[in-house]
Nanobody, 125 residues
Framework: QVQLVESGGGSVQVGGSLRLSCTAS????????MAWFRQAPGYEREGVAG???????LYAESVKGRFTISKEGAKNTLYLQMNSLKPEDTATYYC???????????????????WGQGTQVTVSS
């Protein structure tokens, strides 16, 4: 049984940083693609950053240069380093994983089968 558990969310001021973590059980990061999504109240879930099993990464335009996705296979953990945070980054952040090989990394929710429960990030001015 696959379980993804996020942690690291919280409240920060504009310009601050947070690092989210997603630890998996019953799942091998090295084989599949992983991604971070976020959803703010009243908005659709959007892809933030993804990482392919090859290490290829993909970022939403809104976070390029500010967020960095990475994974540590030995710990089966996915990270999202978020710097220069803005109020519009406020959302619930979810990690997600595929159940098969993708030819390239994607930020479409339908590509991912496994989801964590989410962690709240609030950025205040």
């Amino acid at each position: 049984q696959v379980q993804l558990v996020e942690s690291g969310g919280g409240s920060v001021q504009v310009g601050g940083s947070l690092r989210l973590s997603c630890t998996a059980s019953g799942y091998t990061y090295s084989t599949y693609s992983m991604a971070w999504f976020r959803q703010a109240p009243g908005y659709e879930r959007e892809g933030v950053a993804g990482i392919h099993s090859s290490g290829e990464t993909l970022y939403a335009e809104s976070v390029k240069g500010r967020f960095t996705i990475s994974k540590e296979g030995a710990k089966n953990t996915l990270y999202l380093q978020m710097n220069s945070l803005k109020p519009e980054d406020t959302a619930t952040y979810y990690c997600a994983g595929t159940d098969g090989y993708l030819p390239s990394v994607r930020l479409t929710a339908s590509s991912y089968k496994y989801w964590g429960q989410g962690t709240q990030v609030t950025v205040s001015s």
